[in-house]
């Protein structure tokens, strides 16, 4: 199984949105709504922003959600703040009790 | 309040072993799933592997797969990851992360221990 596929980079303004992709395939993605998405500073741990696609645990602004179509999954940041600029990954279930992860999309707040 | 965190990372030779721990607080592992994901320098992270609520059935990544071995300690309420025959593309940062309830996502995570191969 191949790793989910993130762009490398995204970048924003405070204030506007931005949209981080994720693309699997029919095995993953596309056939399971678990799509996950963490959240990580560097040096620190990833921190669970969104689950089951769509998801917020408690905690977690409304600024941040998540949508899917097909094999490729989203998330959406919205009124960009300094503190969001991080990496990202995506996760999905991948049957069994495997977990594919994205490659990582660094966010840069302008 | 929930935390989990890893010790036993060093640096080791390739071929040599090590075996890294995770100390689990605010919850019991006879009660959850927990699984190690890693991040080699620079890199995204990549899961390893997973063990059930109960101990009964561990999964892992090919690529660690007949090297690595994912138990835990009821009675330490710790989990465990020893790893044999390392090769220098286990060179990561290794995180334990707790499964969710019900769900396919990892709720939290340890700080984690830093795992370097090399001669």
């Known amino acids: 199984q191949s790793a989910l596929t993130q762009s490398r980079s995204v970048s924003g303004s405070p204030g506007q949105s931005v949209t981080i992709s994720c693309t699997g395939t029919?095995?993953?993605?596309?056939?399971?709504?678990?799509v996950s998405w963490y959240q990580q500073h560097p040096g620190k741990a990833p921190k669970l922003m969104i689950y089951?696609?769509?998801k917020r645990p408690s905690g977690v602004p409304d600024r941040f959600s998540g949508s899917k179509s097909g094999n490729t999954a989203s998330l959406i940041i919205s009124g960009l703040q300094a503190e969001d600029e991080a990496d990202y990954y995506c996760?999905?279930?991948?049957?069994?009790?495997?977990?594919?992860f994205g490659g990582g999309t660094k966010l840069t707040v302008l | 309040q929930v935390q989990l965190v890893e010790s036993g990372g060093g640096v080791v030779q390739p071929g040599g072993s090590l075996r890294l721990s995770c100390a689990a607080s605010?919850?019991?592992?006879?009660?959850?799933?927990m699984h190690w994901v890693r991040q080699a320098p620079g890199k995204g992270l990549e899961w390893v592997t997973f063990?059930?609520?109960?101990?009964?059935?561990?999964y892992y990544t090919d690529s660690v797969s007949g090297r690595f071995t994912i138990s835990r300690d009821k009675s330490r309420n710790t989990l465990y990851l020893q790893m044999n025959s390392l090769k220098a593309e286990d060179t990561a940062v290794y995180y334990c992360?707790?499964?969710?309830?019900?769900?396919?996502?990892?709720?939290?995570w340890g700080q984690g221990t830093l795992v370097t191969v090399s001669s």
């Open positions: 992360a707790r499964d969710s309830v019900g769900g396919w996502h990892f709720d939290y």
């Open positions: 605010g919850f019991s592992l006879s009660n959850f799933g």
């Open positions: 063990i059930q609520y109960d101990g009964s059935n561990q």
């Open positions: 029919t095995s993953d993605i596309g056939v399971y709504n678990y």
């Open positions: 089951d696609v769509s």
């Open positions: 996760c999905s279930y991948a049957g069994g009790y495997t977990r594919l």
